[in-house]
């Protein structure tokens, strides 16, 4: 499966876009993502099931078909936040979307910064757009990774 990939800093600007397949990934990885929502449902927070990733937890939260929020932490930091949406609702989508973006005019407005990025306008589906909020490298870099596993088991998992 194909799907896309948008990464907004802080201040929303489009940071970059990728495309991605589910196929180029290494299975056991996109399957520890699975295995967590077959564990865990739609509404979780618990740490990756991964050796020596045990201080990375993963926060979903789904209210609808094919739409979710998701946060990795290491401890009470988060590192990213990121919006999947499968573009099997538009509302839901639509929604998730706007959370994400409100989220960001929460953290940046109080030190007056605009964000110049609507993320409603992004109409590629399905869709991953993540906000790096550490700056934390190692795990950025880390977390990267681990997001696009994420997303390739939640769009295979919405069908």
């Given at each position: 499966m194909v799907f896309h990939d948008a990464t907004i800093t802080l201040v929303g600007n489009r940071y970059s876009t990728r495309t991605h397949d589910s196929?180029?990934?290494?299975?056991?990885?996109?399957e520890v993502f699975?295995?967590?929502f077959d564990q865990h449902?739609?509404?979780?927070?618990?740490?990756l099931p991964v050796a020596g990733l045990e201080w990375l937890e993963l926060a979903l939260d789904s209210e609808a078909d094919g739409?979710?929020?998701?946060t990795f932490w290491r401890g009470e930091v988060p590192i990213t936040i990121s919006a999947l949406?499968?573009?099997?609702?538009?509302?839901?989508?639509?929604?998730?979307?706007?959370?994400?973006?409100?989220?960001?005019?929460?953290?940046t407005r109080p030190h007056g910064v605009?964000?110049?990025f609507d993320l409603l306008g992004i109409d590629l589906r399905p869709l991953i757009v993540s906000v790096p909020?550490?700056?934390d490298r190692e795990a950025l870099t880390i977390v990267a990774d681990a997001e696009t596993c994420l997303a390739a088991a939640w769009f295979a998992r919405c069908g």
């Amino acid at each position: 499966m194909v799907f896309h990939d948008a990464t907004i800093t802080l201040v929303g600007n489009r940071y970059s876009t990728r495309t991605h397949d589910s196929a180029d990934l290494a299975p056991a990885a996109v399957e520890v993502f699975r295995s967590m929502f077959d564990q865990h449902g739609d509404h979780f927070r618990v740490g990756l099931p991964v050796a020596g990733l045990e201080w990375l937890e993963l926060a979903l939260d789904s209210e609808a078909d094919g739409a979710a929020l998701a946060t990795f932490w290491r401890g009470e930091v988060p590192i990213t936040i990121s919006a999947l949406v499968a573009g099997l609702d538009a509302d839901a989508d639509r929604e998730v979307l706007r959370g994400l973006q409100s989220l960001i005019l929460q953290l940046t407005r109080p030190h007056g910064v605009e964000p110049t990025f609507d993320l409603l306008g992004i109409d590629l589906r399905p869709l991953i757009v993540s906000v790096p909020i550490a700056p934390d490298r190692e795990a950025l870099t880390i977390v990267a990774d681990a997001e696009t596993c994420l997303a390739a088991a939640w769009f295979a998992r919405c069908g």
